[in-house]
């Protein structure tokens, strides 16, 4: 075992035995009275149908509100821990927080708008379609939702790998809310409220919002000063108006703003690569950057707050019902993005590789769905979906590492999608304890894409701007699209599931479904073939046996699945050499023909006694390529890639946490710990040994005390210190870079409720 995992075990041991401590302590105090000794049951929406998590035919782990409660979540990336198979980490390219969420090794880790993401991230019922932004502040969460393989039916296209759906909690006529303020390490300050009170007998409104200030863990020796700064601040509204029993309308906006220093990525470097043996920013020892330290950088990027991510987000809905069991509902979403960032890649005292990239993101859906519930043998979801979205970024590259002068390539990209659906799901039940599952999802995509660039030569640095001359366009190196072109595709996603009681509380299902992921044009393209020539759809077929069950009266939950997903047409994004042009480099997304992926998962929950708690999760993936032989390396000559581990795809990944709760003198304590465990895996597509991750072992730990609706906490994130990356990017030849996971964590949090 490594001294890594002797610590964290040792470090569990120390928390696991204070909460035996405390619970020994404890019971010398009366005991509360015993309600129910059994666990509270999970109810769901994941089928856009209320349904409790046991009944549902397909692989779920959730969140409710008291387990929330119970954690100190900064954002989705937090969530990871709650399922197996699952990895959420921000990739640092971009501000604001840029998603790289991978469930049984299906995912994307790319800050290019122009790649669909393949695990959809859900808000309400709206799904967010970039990357960028996916990084959802835990602010308001009412219930978290990890949906596993993939969801073709009921969420479409790019939920190849799942779905992290999220729902916040609804106005209350009764004035009701919560304010909580955290100090933390790295003189971090957030503070977050909700409210929630009626206005007339049929209208409720609830208002929240939130601030965060932090130094960030990133020390930045250039500049003498911390270079991770960022301010965060987020205010919402939703109004909820009931004017007839049957009738239901709820109008949501949300706006956040975030100001931030540009990210800090750690250069790394092998003897081969140019920055290394022209420039002599080599990396120490394989997977270490050139600073030797994964927390200080040398970027020469201003630390200025510079970096403006802004989200405006605007959601609609109405519920009409039409009869004691069938409503019909309608959901509007808008959301609508603009960034700004001049970021140092290279991550050197020298302009080697910046770039400005500005971009604008807009998307508007409507989905329009009957549901059928109640007790009768029948019970459905049939909708409607149309999506349309369109983004532009004007992106330009500062180079100096091309020789003597500073290269300055201009590209400005604008890509729209549109894209509607008609999509149905239904479970017939033949007996009490047969259940057929059987749906269907027919999608059409159209997008469009307009290129068009230009390369500047400017002398001397950044700063001076002093352009002397325009390069002319070049057969094959300059790209230039007077007009948009288009390509279209149209896909039948199916499922079907068999689920069996033996009893009320033992469930067992059979389940094959289909996941796609529309195809698409290159956002970074240097080359024309690569701008105008589209890649295509991919898709997944998953084959899963599982089981849900509870006993000894309801104390234990345990549930799991074997699965097996073969894809075709896997896409995968990597940077390639293209000679001849402004970069010498473009980023292009192609099809890596098959994949298969299987493994198991088991999610466990047992309630011990009245006042203590275990739970935790394992996960077991194995993913190979099949058949793969394509042009990775951009000479023109297709090889036989079969060789390469599928990246972000680790073997075991798995989960153990103890919850402690009982009356103590006047209040309630309540201790918490957790150990998350993230095995060996690759972060590059060409696995890159400078950017391997070793298995990391994560603990957080909790203790807080709680009178009335007083609540103090004192709480660690990552207590064993693991500084593995969460990003690794290769530029082939050239240098790679990565960013380290956030290091120890310290912070005591203060919650009112009322």
Not at 306 to 318: E, V
Not at 707 to 716: L, Q, R
Request: proline share 5%; glycine share 10%; charged share 20%.
């Amino acid at each position: 075992m490594s001294g890594k995992a002797m610590r964290a075990l040792l470090a569990a041991s120390i928390s696991a035995a204070g909460l035996i401590a405390g619970q020994a302590h404890a019971q010398q105090a009366p005991q509360q009275a015993e309600a129910s000794e059994g666990l509270e049951a999970i109810v769901v929406t994941a089928r856009k149908r209320t349904e409790n998590l046991q009944n549902v035919s397909s692989s779920i782990s959730a969140l409710g509100v008291t387990d929330l409660a119970k954690r100190f979540d900064s954002d989705v990336r937090d969530f990871a821990n709650s399922a197996p198979n699952v990895l959420i980490d921000d990739t640092q390219q971009g501000p604001g927080g840029v998603a790289a969420i991978y469930i049984r090794g299906i995912g994307v880790a790319d800050v290019e708008k122009s790649v669909d993401p393949a695990v959809g991230v859900v808000i309400d019922d709206v799904y967010l379609g970039q990357s960028s932004g996916s990084l959802l502040k835990a602010i308001d969460v009412d219930r978290v939702e990890v949906l596993r393989g993939p969801q073709g039916t009921l969420f479409g296209r790019n939920a190849t790998g799942g779905v992290i759906n999220l729902a916040r909690s609804k106005p209350t006529q009764d004035l009701t809310g919560k304010v909580r303020g955290t100090y933390s390490s790295f003189d971090t300050f957030d503070f977050q409220g909700v409210v929630s009170f009626g206005l007339a007998p049929n209208v409720a409104l609830k208002v929240s919002g939130a601030y965060n200030t932090t130094d960030g863990y990133i020390f930045n020796k250039t500049f003498n000063q911390p270079g991770q700064k960022s301010d965060f601040r987020a205010i919402g509204g939703q109004l909820l108006l009931t004017p007839t029993p049957q009738l239901e309308i709820s109008l949501s906006y949300d706006h956040q703003l975030t100001r931030q220093d540009p990210p800090q990525l750690s250069a790394l470097a092998k003897p081969t690569d140019l920055f290394c043996a022209a420039f002599k920013y080599c990396s120490p020892v394989p997977t270490e950057p050139i600073t030797g330290d994964r927390y200080v950088s040398i970027s020469n990027a201003p630390v200025d707050k510079s970096a403006r991510f802004q989200l405006d987000m605007a959601i609609g809905k109405a519920k009409y019902e039409l009869s004691s069991d069938l409503d019909v509902e309608y959901i509007l979403g808008y959301l609508k993005t603009s960034e700004s960032i001049n970021q140092d890649f290279d991550s050197t005292p020298q302009t080697l590789y910046h770039t400005d990239r500005p971009a604008r993101w807009r998307q508007v859906t409507n989905e329009v769905r009957l549901v059928k519930g109640g007790g009768g043998p029948l019970t459905f979801v049939l909708g409607g979906y149309q999506w349309f979205s369109k983004y532009t970024i004007n992106l330009k590259n500062y180079i100096g590492f091309a020789g003597p002068p500073l290269l300055t390539s201009a590209q400005d990209v604008t890509q729209t999608t549109k894209s509607w659906a008609g999509y149905f799901e239904g479970d017939y039940k033949f007996t009490d304890k047969l259940k057929l599952t059987v749906g269907g999802r027919y999608t059409h995509d159209a997008k469009t894409t307009q290129v068009n660039d230009k390369t500047i030569f400017i002398y001397g640095t950044l700063e001076e701007k002093n352009p002397i001359a325009s390069i002319p366009p070049k057969a094959g190196v300059n790209i230039v699209m007077p007009t948009p072109i288009e390509a279209s595709w149209s896909k039948f996603t199916p499922k079907v599931s068999l689920s069996y009681n033996f009893t009320p509380d033992v469930m067992t299902y059979a389940l094959w479904s289909r996941g796609y992921r529309g195809g698409g044009f290159n956002g970074r393209p240097a080359t024309i073939g690569a701008a105008t020539t589209p890649y295509n759809p991919e898709t997944l077929d998953n084959y899963e046996l599982g089981f849900k069950t509870e006993f000894l009266n309801n104390r234990v939950r345990l549930n799991g699945a074997v699965y097996l997903m073969k894809y075709k047409d896997m896409q995968q994004d990597l940077d390639v050499p293209a000679p001849g042009t402004s970069t010498g480099r473009e980023n292009r997304t192609i099809n890596a023909s098959k994949a298969d992926l299987k493994g198991f998962e088991l999610d466990l929950t047992a309630r011990i006694t009245p006042t203590f708690t275990i739970g935790g999760n394992v996960g077991f993936l194995d993913s190979q390529y099949k058949d793969f032989f394509g042009d990775i390396y951009s000479t023109g000559k297709p090889v036989d890639a079969t060789f390469l581990r599928i990246r972000r795809a680790p073997r075991w990944t798995w989960d153990a946490r103890a919850s402690y709760e009982n009356e103590v003198g006047p209040g309630t304590l309540m201790a918490n710990a957790e150990l998350h465990m993230i095995g060996a895996h690759e972060l590059t597509f060409l696995n890159n040994p400078n950017l391997r991750n070793a298995a990391q072992y994560l603990l957080d730990a909790s203790i807080s005390y709680k009178i009335n609706k007083t609540m103090i906490s004192v709480f660690g994130k990552n207590l064993a210190d693991e500084n593995g990356y969460t990003i690794g990017y290769d530029v082939q030849n050239v240098w790679s870079y990565g960013a380290a996971r956030p290091p120890r964590q310290w912070g005591v949090a203060v919650t009112q409720t009322f």
